[in-house]
């Protein structure tokens, strides 16, 4: 069976205190691990698509990494702004794309 | 560039009543996908369309719920009758095809079922 798991589920961090978020993945046949952001009363926001194992994508203060059973959202030096629910999805085989629950990040001035 | 629009941003009505929402996609959007989200919880995808047909609709509740998009453009996702446990988020995303392209997801509708 398909199953994306996000952890932590929260995450408080002091401004400029870095770390990482992470989404362990197993589903048949991955087509693409995405990467949103969403604030609330808002709908998800694209942040990155990884495809292979060793992949790395980066804007700003955000870097995804994708290995074969599990991907990292790494934030450096966060900043009050950065503050929103970060969603990690999965395309499979079946072109189905199959959502986690999420990690809900505050970024504390 | 116009994101995708939805319509309306918040509804609530009493179970068994019906409900509509409206999703307008990207322009030149071929794919269109309607997803429920529940507090607390990721998106799940419901119905997906390219152009005016249906590719997936395995997780549509169809005793209840019903979506059509006849031009290929804009899509109406329909409730009828509406249960407690309808209570949630709608969200319309688009993508240029169905294969590996990114999905571009819409502010979504809330609705609440009392």
């Known amino acids: 069976e398909d199953q994306v798991t996000q952890s932590p589920e929260a995450l408080r961090l002091q401004e400029g205190e870095s770390s990482s978020l992470n989404c362990s993945y197993t589903?048949?046949?991955?087509?693409?691990l995405f990467w949103y952001r969403q604030d609330p009363g808002k709908g998800p926001e694209f942040l990155f698509t990884?495809?292979?194992a060793g992949e790395e994508k980066e804007k700003e203060r955000l870097k995804a990494t994708l290995t074969k059973k599990e991907s990292f959202l790494h934030i450096t030096a966060p900043k009050p702004e950065d503050s929103a629910t970060y969603l990690c999805?999965?395309?499979?085989?079946?072109?189905?794309?199959?959502f986690g629950t999420g990690t809900r990040l505050t970024v504390i001035p | 560039e116009a994101g995708v629009a939805q319509s309306p941003r918040y509804k609530i009505i009493e179970k068994r009543q019906s409900v509509a929402f409206w999703c307008n996609p990207i322009s030149g959007h071929a794919t269109l996908y309607w997803y429920q989200q529940i507090l607390g919880q990721g998106p799940k995808l419901l119905i997906q369309?390219?152009?005016?047909?249906?590719?997936?609709d395995s997780q549509l509740p169809k005793d209840r719920f019903s979506a059509e998009r006849l031009k290929g453009v804009d899509s109406t996702l329909k409730i009828q009758p509406a249960k407690l446990e309808d209570s949630a988020v709608y969200l319309c995303a688009s993508s240029l095809v169905l294969v590996l392209d990114t999905q571009y997801f819409g502010p979504g509708t809330r609705l609440t079922v009392l």
């Open positions: 999805a999965v395309r499979t085989g079946a072109n189905n794309l199959f």
């Open positions: 589903v048949s046949g991955l087509r693409g």
């Open positions: 369309f390219q152009n005016n047909g249906v590719v997936d």
């Open positions: 990884l495809y292979s």
